[in-house]
């Protein structure tokens, strides 16, 4: 597959992670976590490289990812600090869950 093609399954995968249709799991992913809004205090004190679609988005649209594994890489950082900061049993845990399954069909389709 040529770049060019593997970005637009990138962007296609996007577009389903942030699509309104997904909005009640993907909703805490769209854009960076905001700790005082949320009243998430210690928000940075666990979560060291924040990351979101939205940012992932924008770099994808300003080819900050020279290899698709970047853009892979950040997706899964949004996971990761979602299990990080939300225990197992949590609300937004089982949010973040649901999208890594969604990632991972289309991804892996
Ligand atoms: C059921 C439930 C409970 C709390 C929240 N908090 C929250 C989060 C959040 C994001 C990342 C994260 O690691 C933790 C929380 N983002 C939001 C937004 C954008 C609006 C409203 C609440 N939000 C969301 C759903």
Redesign the pocket.
């Known amino acids: 597959k040529t770049l060019q093609k593997k970005f637009r399954t990138c962007l296609k995968i996007l577009k389903v992670l942030m699509s309104k249709k997904n909005s009640d799991i993907n909703?805490?992913?769209l854009?960076p976590?905001d700790p005082i809004a949320?009243n998430?205090p210690n928000y940075f004190d666990v979560v060291k490289n924040p990351m979101d679609l939205g940012t992932i988005s924008n770099n994808l649209m300003n080819w900050k990812y020279k290899t698709i594994d970047q853009f892979v890489d950040d997706l899964n950082l949004v996971f990761y600090?979602?299990f990080q900061?939300?225990p197992e049993g949590n609300?937004?845990h089982s949010m973040g869950k649901k999208l890594k399954e969604l990632f991972n069909f289309h991804w892996l389709e």
Request: aromatic content about 24%.
């Open positions: 909703f805490p992913f854009q976590v949320l998430l600090n979602c900061f939300n609300e937004v």
